[in-house]
């Protein structure tokens, strides 16, 4: 029995490893190179476009929880992500170059893949895993409409700019992660009142690229803002966001800063980092002056500026299983952020629960829903709601799992409560998959 996948990025390469080793021929369709994205620079597999890191390992932490339980259930890309890991603190940061060829290599030499370089544009009538993600094509992105019977919703997201390391003044850019947690593997650049507002009033009064047409209007995603648009909420919103300089202490000065730029390494070489928190959409002459306002990084050389691109996502709600299969047809499925899971990690999630759920279809299995408990189960039960009026795309966290009850001079211990959460989680789908 072969099994079409749609869209070999995160998602989809997970979902193809999973059908592969459990003995299912995959037919995996990637546009790329023929048809270009706009955000993607390259031709590989499981591309990182956007940041580099997969966020938090801490169990204590929603996206540190939904790590492990990839692995509990047999995740292929967290493996290799953390075979292709660099240096970032508590979080889960990778080689993105490294990791997105070792996908490709694995799935060009599987026997069980075929990986096939060319835009799909119909949706096969045959079992498929519509994986194509948030740059699917419009030719696609027609046929889908079509099939849903629904109108789309749009969202923008945005990448940061990436600098040579061996341009940034170490005179002044000190090494640190926040409060000292595990190696000082951040690049901290530090300002005081008078350069902040320097910088603040270079972005709030930077032009912008201009949007098209079919663009205006749409949203952006919450924890992916332009850092432009973070700073018209407010002077201080990027102190006590991105740009915020608690627990960074340069020891050479022992200063307190007014404000702190980070920058996370980009590449296993270490000559490449990119700069947390600063997604924009600022033409690129732009972003030059503002990143060389910045101490640290005055002759900085920019080897990426920061784009913004138009993300699409289906109405989950209404037209998805928890199991990711679509209600209308038993042998379709959905997953990747066209699903409206946000974030690397609950990408790579979505394609790993679709590719187990396709093989348990194809043998008449049942399908695994996983509990809420679980934070990969509370994320499809969130995005599958059919009394979800109002859908957003979402990534793991708390909010979206049933509380623990702790006692009542515990119950601000957010790290109590993660703990006790996650040990609940892991427990769960340990039961559920009788291990």
């Known amino acids: 029995m072969e ?242 300089p608690v627990g960074l202490i340069d020891k050479r000065t022992n200063e307190k800063n007014y404000a702190v730029v980070q920058l996370r390494q980009d590449n296993s070489a270490k000559t490449l980092y990119n700069l947390v928190g600063f997604q924009t959409n600022l033409k690129w002459g732009s972003q030059k002056e503002l990143l060389q306002s910045i101490p640290g990084l005055e002759n900085c050389n920019i080897v990426r500026y920061g784009v913004m691109h138009r993300n699409t996502f289906i109405n989950s709600p209404k037209l998805l299983h928890p199991t990711l299969q679509t209600r209308k047809r038993q042998d379709l499925f959905f997953a990747g952020q066209i699903t409206g899971t946000e974030g690397y990690t609950e990408s790579i999630a979505s394609g790993l629960l679709a590719g187990i759920n396709m093989a348990k279809f194809l043998n008449n299995e049942q399908l695994l829903e996983l509990p809420n408990e679980t934070m990969l189960g509370a994320l499809t039960h969130y995005i599958t709601n059919p009394e979800n009026d109002s859908f957003q795309p979402i990534n793991s966290n708390w909010g979206i799992v049933p509380p623990v009850e702790l006692p009542k001079k515990e119950r601000k211990n957010k790290k109590l409560k993660g703990q006790l959460m996650s040990e609940r989680a892991i427990e769960t789908l340990k039961q559920t998959l009788c291990l």
């Not at 047409?213 to 919450?222: C, H, Q, R, V, Y």
């Open 3 to 244: 099994v079409n996948i749609i869209g070999a990025g995160l998602a989809g390469s997970e979902a193809a490893l999973q059908l592969a080793k459990r003995g299912f021929k995959v037919n995996l369709y990637e546009m790329r190179p023929h048809t270009k994205t706009g955000a993607h620079t390259t031709e590989d597999c499981a591309e990182f476009v956007c940041s580099n890191s997969l966020g938090s390992y801490d169990l204590t932490n929603g996206s540190g929880l939904l790590k492990h339980e990839m692995e509990i259930l047999g995740g292929e890309l967290i493996k290799i992500a953390k075979e292709c890991a660099v240096p970032a603190g508590n979080a889960l940061a990778i080689d993105r170059h490294k990791f997105s060829q070792t996908v490709t290599n694995k799935i060009e030499q599987n026997p069980n893949i075929n990986l096939i370089r060319e835009e799909i544009t119909v949706i096969p009538n045959t079992p498929t895993i519509i994986a194509s993600g948030p740059l699917t094509s419009d030719k696609f992105a027609q046929s889908i409409k079509e099939f849903t019977n629904s109108e789309y919703l749009h969202f923008f997201d945005a990448i940061a700019p990436i600098v040579e390391c061996d341009s940034i003044n170490f005179d002044i850019a000190f090494w640190a992660s926040r409060y000292d947690k595990g190696e000082a593997s951040y690049i901290n650049c530090p300002m005081n009142k008078e350069q902040y507002e320097k910088f603040y009033n270079i972005l709030i009064n930077a032009p912008r690229i201009e949007q098209h047409d079919f663009e205006k209007g749409a949203k952006f995603f919450e924890s992916c803002l332009p850092i432009e648009v973070l700073a018209s909420r407010g002077e201080d919103t990027l102190r006590f966001g991105p740009m915020k």
